[in-house]
């Protein structure tokens, strides 16, 4: 299975955006799927995820303003962020829980304040 994000974008501080991770296959195939992103000059991060039975947990810094969700008939999961802030700008990427497929190429957000 292969995942692919996408959405990313540029918006101002307070603002919103949804990115979606889709599967090449069955995402009940994988036990929980999980929001990564990366800043300019800093490790990539553990954001959210979500298990397939639906149990959902997020990082500090976004709990709160973010909200992942998966429709399994879509094969997809999302990523709502809301309130967002210039320190949420970076790349972000959808990988299992705990990550051991490939990285793609994620999607980059930008939030200017």
């Known amino acids: 299975v292969q995942l692919q994000a996408s959405g990313g974008g540029s918006v101002q501080a307070g603002g919103s955006l949804r990115l979606s991770c889709a599967a090449s296959?069955?995402?009940?195939?994988?036990?929980?799927l999980g929001w990564y992103r990366q800043a300019p000059g800093k490790q990539r991060e553990w954001v959210a995820t979500?298990?397939?039975?639906?149990?959902?947990a997020y990082a500090d810094s976004v709990n709160g303003r973010f909200t992942i969700s998966r429709v399994n008939a879509k094969d997809t999961v999302y990523l709502q962020m809301n309130a967002l802030k210039p320190e949420d700008t970076g790349v972000y990427f959808c990988n299992r829980e705990p990550p051991n497929l490939p990285w793609g190429q994620g999607t980059q957000l930008t939030v200017s304040s």
């Open positions: 979500i298990s397939r039975v639906g149990n959902i």
């Open positions: 296959g069955n995402i009940l195939s994988m036990p929980a």
